[in-house]
């Protein structure tokens, strides 16, 4: 967990360079990230609770921001995932099936395209 939390800080940095000018990204990676302090029973309530979180930020941002900036913030949250995912090997593999089931999990809950390669 630990490296995945660091290589998630470097993958921040790094991916926002990987976008174009956003207002909105730029306000992202400038504020310092809160904490969820939700206390979870089980594995599948803290997943399902992240990936309601992630569908709750998509469609604030479909009520407030271009449609430029949302496909945006779905591309930024894919490349962040990708890096997480590629931060070390897991039995000679990139990405390990967890992590591309995570992954496509998470890309589902974004909507759109959210395709990390552009």
């Known amino acids: 967990m630990m490296r995945e939390t ?6 921040y ?3 926002r360079t990987q976008h174009g000018n956003s207002q909105l990204l730029d306000e992202l990676v400038n ?3 809160e904490r969820d302090h939700t206390r979870s ?3 599948d309530e803290l997943k399902e609770h992240a990936l309601q979180t992630v569908r709750d930020a998509v469609a604030l941002l ?11 913030y779905r ?3 894919a490349t962040l995932m990708d890096h997480v995912a590629r931060r070390h ?8 099936d967890k992590e591309q089931a995570a992954i496509g999990q998470i890309k589902q809950a974004l909507g ?7």
Do not use: L, Y
Not at 62 to 72: H, I, M, R, T, W
Not at 89 to 96: K, L, N, P
């Open 75 to 77: 591309r930024f949250i």
């Open 112 to 118: 759109g395209s959210s395709d990390a390669s552009g």
């Open 6 to 11: 660091m290589a998630m800080a470097k993958a």
């Open 13 to 15: 940095a790094e991916a």
């Open 62 to 72: 479909e009520g407030k921001a271009s449609a430029d900036e949302v496909e945006d």
């Open 41 to 43: 029973h089980s594995f």
């Open 89 to 96: 090997e897991e039995h000679g593999t990139a990405i390990s």
């Open 31 to 33: 504020a310092r990230p």
